[in-house]
T-cell receptor, first 114, second 110 residues
Framework: SAVISQKPSRDICQRGTSLTIQCQVDSQVTMMFWYRQQPGQSLTLIATANQGSEATYESGFVIDKFPISRPNLTFSTLTVSNMSPEDSSIYLC???????????FGPGTRLTVT | GIQVEQSPPDLILQEGANSTLRCNFSDSVNNLQWFHQNPWGQLINLFYIPSGTKQNGRLSATTVATERYSLLYISSSQTTDSGVYFCAVFPKTSYDKVIFGPGTSLSVIP
């Protein structure tokens, strides 16, 4: 398995500002993923972040709104830019540890935009 | 793309009762996982089960890949089992695109 931490665990932000979420893993992993979970909904993949390459974004998500960094094999950040109340969600990072498609999730960041 | 369905969408159980949750998927998959999201939002890995049957305490899961479904069994339910249960699949045709089902919301009452 993997131990994954996220910072911050929750935040309340003003409309128009940006928030950077950090994801730290206790072992080196190739594949890291960022998800969004809107209230009462399932998880939606935002992007895949591989070290040494640009993140790959899913349909409906763009780099200008959700820039991602992946500076090494144990760390990644997701920035939610120019926030609006519609961005209020739980943001989760996950990793694939054993290269067998099995994923482990961090505890999530609960974001409220007012 | 692949479709993932879960049933029932909502379930209320008396403590001690048993239940079966179902996940149907429309195409071949490399992996299927079951997760429990507790009331605090934490996603907990329950099973990694692309095929076959596994058991872990009061929980067990079966995936019949050829028929494209998976079942999660909860026996002797406890109030701590409350939360949302998700199945998630890795389609064979799309390596990086994990698809989550809509979830089953379970409430166990004393």
């Amino acid at each position: 398995s993997a131990v994954i931490s996220q910072k911050p665990s929750r935040d309340i932000c003003q409309r128009g500002t940006s928030l950077t979420i950090q994801c730290q893993v206790d072992s080196q992993v190739t594949m890291m993923f960022w998800y969004r979970q809107q209230p009462g909904q399932s998880l939606t993949l935002i992007a895949t972040a591989n070290q040494g390459s640009e993140a790959t974004y899913e349909s409906g998500f763009v780099i200008d709104k959700f820039p991602i960094s992946r500076p090494n094999l144990t760390f990644s950040t997701l920035t939610v830019s120019n926030m609006s109340p519609e961005d209020s969600s739980i943001y989760l990072c996950s990793v694939e540890v054993y290269q067998n498609y099995e994923q482990y999730f961090g505890p999530g960041t609960r974001l409220t935009v007012t | 793309g692949i479709q993932v369905e879960q049933s029932p969408p909502d379930l209320i159980l008396q403590e001690g009762a048993n239940s079966t949750l179902r996940c149907n998927f429309s195409d071949s998959v490399n992996n299927l996982q079951w997760f429990h999201q507790n009331p605090w939002g934490q996603l907990i890995n329950l099973f990694y089960i692309p095929s076959g049957t596994k058991q872990n305490g009061r929980l067990s899961a079966t995936t019949v890949a050829t028929e494209r479904y998976s079942l999660l069994y909860i026996s002797s339910s406890q109030t701590t089992d409350s939360g949302v249960y998700f199945c998630a699949v890795f389609p064979k045709t799309s390596y990086d695109k994990v698809i989550f089902g809509p979830g089953t919301s379970l409430s166990v009452i004393p």
